[in-house]
C-alpha cells in the first residue's frame, strides 16, 4: 500500500488514540534507515505530522543516520520524535552482522544536530559473556555521551533465535527460550556498580519509555511509576513528574473498559491494573489510556525483575 494508505490505517485503527498512542515506525519489519526504506519513513512522519498530531514516535535503528536526516527529522513539528540507535558492541558477525560502529558514529551525528527531535542509546543486547566486559561497559559508558538518555537491556531469546544458534553452532546463553527479555540480576547490579563509579552523560534506565519521557522531559506514558523499584535509578526530576502524573484508574471505568475489549478486570492495586483475557495490544490501549500499567493474570510481572524473563534472578526461597 502507499505510505498514506498505511497512515490512513493507523490512524483509523479503534485502538489508535491520537496525541496518546506511542508508535514505533518499522519495527518488526526492517530498518528504517536504509536507503530504500528511509524515504517511506519520512514520508509517513511528515504525513502523520501535517495531521496535528503530537503522537511520541520511535524510529528504532542500527544503520546510518546522515546530517541531511537529522535536518529531515528536525523538520518536524508536532510529533515528538525519538531516534533510538541500537549498539550492542558484539563483534561476532554471526550473531551480530551489522558493524555496531555504524551505530556509534549514527549516535554522534544524530545527537549534534538534533533540536526538535531527541537521542537515545539503545545499549542492547547485553548478554553475559558476549558483550558485558569492562571494556564493552567502558564504550556503553563513553556512548551515553552522545544521548539525551540511555536504555540498557538484555535478549530476547525467543525460540527462533534459540533455533538460529543451534543451528550455526553458537554457544547459547540461556537454558530456555522465555518469552520476555533475559537480563540476569548479577549483571544488571555489576552494569549499575560500574555506571556508579564512571561519568555517564545520560541517565540509565530499565525501560524504553522511561527514557524516552525523560528525553522529552514528561512523565512516562506508560505509568512505570507504580513498579516503584525501577525508579530507584531515574533522575529525581523525573521520578517527581511520573509522579505528578501517576493516578490510580477509577475501578468502574477500567472494569468497563476491560469489558468492552472482550476480557475482565481481576483488581487495581498500586503496582498495576490486572486483567483477564485481553491480550497485549488490547492491555496497551488501556495502559496509555490510563498512564497505569496493565498486567496479564496469567503472565504477571515479579517485584524486583522489571517485567523480564526468571532466568537469571533468584528464587523466592532464595532471597528469603
Not at 546510518?64 to 520524535?81: F, Y
Not at 571494556?135 to 536504555?151: C, D, I, P
Not at 493474570?297 to 517485584?303: A, T
Request: contains cysteine; hydrophobic residues 35%; neutral net charge.
Amino acid at each position: 500500500m502507499s505510505d498514506a494508505e498505511a497512515v490512513e490505517l493507523l490512524t483509523e485503527h479503534r485502538y489508535f488514540r491520537p496525541h496518546v498512542t506511542p508508535i514505533q515506525l518499522l519495527n518488526r519489519a526492517t530498518d528504517p534507515m536504509l536507503p530504500k526504506v528511509k524515504p517511506h519513513t519520512f514520508q509517513v512522519l511528515k504525513l502523520l505530522d501535517e495531521r496535528g498530531l503530537t503522537n511520541h514516535v520511535l524510529v528504532i535503528t542500527r544503520w546510518r543516520v546522515e546530517p541531511e536526516d537529522c535536518g529531515v527529522l528536525n523538520s518536524i513539528t508536532n510529533l515528538k520524535v525519538t531516534v533510538l540507535l541500537t549498539h550492542s558492541g558484539i563483534d561476532d558477525p554471526r550473531i551480530e552482522p551489522v558493524d555496531s560502529a555504524i551505530a556509534a558514529h549514527s549516535l554522534q551525528t544524530a545527537f549534534e544536530h538534533a533540536s526538535r527531535y531527541r537521542v537515545v542509546l539503545y545499549w542492547r543486547p547485553i548478554v553475559p559473556g558476549l558483550n558485558d566486559s569492562m571494556t564493552h561497559l567502558r564504550q556503553g559508558f563513553e556512548l551515553s555521551h552522545y544521548a539525551h538518555a540511555t536504555v540498557f537491556t538484555g535478549l530476547f531469546f525467543k525460540d527462533q533465535i534459540r533455533d538460529y544458534y543451534r543451528a550455526h553452532g553458537l554457544p547459547e546463553p540461556y537454558s530456555e527460550g522465555v518469552r520476555r527479555k533475559v537480563f540476569p540480576e548479577a549483571l544488571e547490579q555489576r552494569i549499575l556498580k560500574a555506571a556508579k563509579a564512571t561519568r555517564t552523560e545520560s541517565p540509565l534506565f530499565r525501560k524504553t519509555s522511561c527514557a524516552v519521557a525523560y528525553a522529552h522531559a514528561l512523565a512516562d506514558y506508560n505509568g512505570h511509576y507504580g513498579i516503584r523499584e525501577l525508579c530507584d535509578i531515574c533522575p529525581s526530576a523525573q521520578v517527581r513528574r511520573c509522579a505528578q502524573a501517576w493516578h490510580r484508574p477509577e475501578e468502574r471505568q477500567a472494569a468497563d473498559l476491560a469489558d468492552e475489549l472482550g476480557g475482565r478486570l481481576i483488581e487495581i492495586n498500586d503496582r498495576a491494573v490486572v486483567v483477564a483475557g485481553l491480550d497485549e495490544q488490547r492491555r496497551y490501549y488501556m495502559q496509555h489510556g490510563h498512564g497505569y500499567q496493565v498486567h496479564d493474570i496469567d503472565n504477571p510481572h515479579h517485584p524486583q525483575r522489571h517485567g523480564r524473563a526468571d532466568l537469571g534472578w533468584p528464587s523466592k526461597r532464595e532471597t528469603q
